[in-house]
């Protein structure tokens, strides 16, 4: 990350430890990430890119070392509630929807607290909906959808707030290779079309292939950062909710 872009993740000597200290999931990570890349993060299962996420999105604090996201600084900032609700769109493998409630309901839940009626939300929920594709399926709830449909309204409700950063772990994890690509072209369109920064940790080697950056974990520290020899995709339509 040195071509002048405003960095929008800093990273500095961030370590997390656990059971007492004996084991340091993160051993010192120092990272850039600018605003607008597309960044994966891969790495054996254990090297701590969980971890690193759940720190990156203030779930949990480090031992040691500076956080920055989107001009926060994670140490000082009071309101991370906040903070997670309008800056961050967190996207996990298991997709957390509320199995009771319908799914746009689930895409509302974000935008409580944010100042809107009860009708802009809903009209916001169908728009993001209809962003991801399944519309139609606003008023069924999770335990109805496949696997494909239940992480497109875990992206939807990611995005209920307009955040600057998304932030995936492991979003096709479960699904299909025609599916997961479609996932990925979702997440592609939001940094193309809205300039959002995406991090997606993965296994997968297709997911990475399509990220413009690729860095590799291996026992809690980065041991490699490249850029991707792969072209740019070419710009396509716009497809902002
Ligand atoms: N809450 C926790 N309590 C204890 N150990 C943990 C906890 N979270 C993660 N770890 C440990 O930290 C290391 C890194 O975990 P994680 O970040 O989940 O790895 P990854 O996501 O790369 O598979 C692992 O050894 C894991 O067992
Ligand atoms: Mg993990």
Known sequence: MNDGRDVVIRCRGVVKAFENGRLRALDGVDLDIGAGEFVAIMGPSGCGKSTLLNLISALDQPDDGEIEVAGHDLRSHRHLNHFRARDIGLVFQLDNLLPGLTVRENVEVPMYGQGLSARQRHARAMQLLSFVGIEDRAAARPPELSGGERQRVAIARALANGPGVILADEPTGRLDSATSGKVLDLLESLRRNQGATVVVVTHDPA??????????????????????PRPAVPAAPDARP
């Open 207 to 228: 997911v990475a292939a399509r990220a413009d950056r690729v860095i590799r974990m291996l026992d809690g520290r980065v041991v490699e950062d490249g850029s991707n």
